[in-house]
């Protein structure tokens, strides 16, 4: 798997109250097969196409680190240095709706712009992590 380049859209969560039907409908809407994510105590998904070797999009419950987010689509932009990117935010007016946090050696956190719209920033691992479903 590549590294992102800074700037590029990396990865599409779709993070709903109830994951497992939501999960179902793409299932059978689309053809996406489901992957379990272990989380604490539940499981979201990584949905793979068919005959793919790496998932479209996550489909993910609307708790845990996901409970303060908006049950939306929402898109992982690359950044090459998350708490820059993250201070810029706030300098031009964002805000951090979902602080930073690690992703299997990843770093990601959920940002607003000025506009109102959410968008998560990702941070890829260092070179030589292996990377996993829940790792766009």
Request: net charge negative.
């Amino acid at each position: 798997m590549t590294t992102p380049a800074p700037g590029s859209v990396s990865w599409f969560d779709l993070t709903i109250p109830n994951a497992d039907e939501v999960r179902d409908f793409y299932s059978a809407v689309v053809g996406w097969t489901p992957s379990p994510v272990e989380m604490e105590g539940y499981s979201d998904y990584c949905m793979m196409p068919t005959g793919a070797d790496a998932p479209a999009a996550g489909i993910c419950h609307q708790r845990g680190p996901n409970a303060n987010l908006p049950a939306q689509w929402l898109i992982y932009i690359t950044v090459a240095d998350l708490r820059a990117s993250l201070r810029v935010c706030l300098e031009k007016g964002g805000r951090v709706i979902s602080p930073e946090r690690d992703m299997g050696g990843a770093r990601m956190a959920v940002i607003q712009d000025p506009a109102g719209a959410v968008a998560a920033l990702y941070q890829p691992p260092p070179a030589g992590t292996p990377a996993n479903c829940a790792t766009p």
